[in-house]
């Protein structure tokens, strides 16, 4: 399947679900490196592998997980493209406000994700 840029950014929350959660998984490249800034000014990164089992812990907990997307910015460039895009975070009860960036490269099978950076708002 070759996967465009608008169906891996629709992917990217559609299948963020407990069930689908492998199929979420093959929308990013095997390099794939995700950044978090934290409130006391360090990164925590992550590897493809680290970023999957910290999802996949999180929808094993049983507690109703989602975010979603606002206020989307796609900017594509012949085969790179970036998502810039607010977002609201859901873990059970809390709410947390968020922005996003995400890197896509295309390959012979379409986009993918090659890395993902986000913070908390607040």
């Known amino acids: 399947m070759t996967a465009g840029l608008d169906e891996v950014v629709k992917a990217f929350l559609g299948l963020y ?3 689908s959660l492998p199929r979420w998984r093959e ?3 095997p390099g794939f490196v995700a950044a978090a800034a934290n409130a006391d000014g360090s990164i925590t ?3 493809l592998d680290e970023f999957y089992e910290r999802q996949r812990a999180l929808f094993a907990t049983g507690k109703p997980v989602s975010e979603t997307m606002m206020n989307t910015h796609i ?3 012949g085969d790179i493209a ?4 607010d977002y609201l975070w859901t873990d059970g009860e809390a709410k947390r406000p968020g ?3 995400m890197i896509l490269v295309a390959g012979r099978g379409g986009f993918r994700i090659q890395s993902l950076a986000f913070s908390y708002l607040g």
């Open 45 to 47: 990164t992550w590897t």
């Open 99 to 101: 922005r996003l960036m």
């Open 82 to 85: 970036c998502v810039r895009s």
């Open 17 to 19: 679900t407990r069930e």
């Open 75 to 77: 900017e594509r460039t």
């Open 27 to 29: 929308l990013f490249l």
